[in-house]
């Protein structure tokens, strides 16, 4: 299993590539790469490129690579996409982070009336800097697309053509794994909304009583969001591998 | 829904109790609360009581109830076991702070051959203040008992009587539902074990063939400890909430 360095430029490299700055200095110091060794190159959007280290130079850090035949991972049979309350701080990371490795291959943050964080400046730069490491720790060749926030209002008017398949955490809703099963048979997307820690309001719930959506209920306590995010992201990921249910590409085919 | 406080001695209070430290300064600093507030205080161990706060005093903070009656809630129906390989530094407490919002019961850290994280000190105790602060945050009545170490072997051994269910996290295990909601009918208790990072043994595996276990896939691509940790208790606690399956007391039944 070898190490994954980040390369977004890999689409129009060649057989020769070299990586800089912090991506760099992450390969030699965290990672203690260094000449000879053979590390997997991956661009976030399906590429990815087995790669022996030629070169290593320290001030500023240089990491030379030879690239052997690029492959090209087929996406996700059906698209993932959490559209979440903001959990605060550094809840924030820690959610993307585990959804990453779960699978997920959207994000957007909704605002709900009684959403407690926006989204902030830098937040977008954080974020992405979280993904590329969940992706290197999980080897997901296919980065999650990260989507400018949205109103819940916005969220139900969305088109969701034949496909879209709409999954809501809440306390009260359908426990029988059958039934979640059941409505993401032949899904092309899945979103899954999960609430602010306050709950949804009122007219929030009227609203979505009148969507096409599952609620799901997750058991357990009373659930932070990024909890709520995880498990439900769990329940849909493991859901899709089984056969009979979800398709998703084989990396071994690629 | 009220706010938690911690009284561990909650069984032998009467009608009046003072909290003090840190959960005194926690409740006035950080929750705002005054006096005329109505809060829940808990034992974590099934104890509950609704408490008005009746005099709140600063350097040192002390914040003084009146207590109402006491509720004492069933313990779950089943025990859900996590005995997982520890994370790294701040991902155990992500990880003990998740799970306890989803329902875990009790803690065991698990050593395997590649274990990179073994209990430091101090760990306890920091455990025992996230365990804390995440029974509040879930409003949970049980708080999670955490047990020593133990390796692999000991898991492997542990007498496990009727009603014991060995569930593994495994990329190649089991990805129908079906078969883990099966598994779990009846469970009184259910363990959960997570190997480390960088996966079992060759030794461990074997040693697992030989054992009563159901080896659970998870999705989603490489996990690390918590993220595998958070998607396998969800996947129990939610299948065991359903009512076909699992018997959850009511906490309104108290």
Redesign the interface.
């Known amino acids: 299993?070898s190490h994954w360095l980040y390369l977004p430029e890999l689409a129009s490299t060649g057989t020769a590539a070299v990586l800089e700055d912090a991506e760099a200095a992450h390969a030699v110091r965290a990672r203690r790469l260094r000449v000879g060794d053979v590390v997997c190159v991956f661009d976030g959007a399906g590429r990815t490129a087995a790669a022996r280290i030629s070169e290593v130079i320290k001030r500023p850090f240089e990491v030379h690579l030879a690239l052997e035949a690029q492959q090209h991972w087929a996406p996700p049979a059906a698209r993932i996409h959490l559209t979440s309350a903001l959990p605060k701080g550094d809840r924030q990371t820690?959610m993307l982070?585990?959804v990453t490795?779960?699978?997920v291959t959207d994000f957007t943050p909704v605002n709900f009336e009684r959403s407690v964080s926006r989204v902030g400046t830098g937040s977008q730069d954080r974020w992405r800097r979280v993904l590329i490491e969940s992706c290197k720790?999980?080897?997901?060749p296919w980065m999650p697309l990260v989507h400018s926030p949205m109103d819940l209002g916005e969220w139900i008017s969305s088109p969701t053509d034949d496909g879209v398949v709409n999954l809501v955490a809440h306390k009260e809703g359908e426990?029988?794994?059958?039934v979640i099963?059941e409505s993401l048979v032949g899904a092309k997307q899945v979103r899954l909304l999960i609430g602010p820690e306050g709950g949804f309001s009122e007219n929030e719930l009227a609203q979505l009583d009148h969507t096409q959506t599952t609620m799901v209920?997750?058991?357990?306590?009373?659930?932070?969001v990024?909890?709520a995010a995880?498990?439900l992201t769990?329940?849909v990921?493991?859901?899709?591998?089984?056969?009979?249910i979800g398709s998703r590409p084989d990396k071994g085919s690629a």
Chains 1, 2 share one sequence.
């Open positions: 299993m820690t982070d585990m490795q779960l699978g720790q999980s080897q997901q426990s029988r794994n059958a099963e209920s997750l058991g357990g306590g009373v659930l932070r990024e909890a995880v498990a769990a329940l990921t493991r859901t899709l591998s089984d056969s009979r």
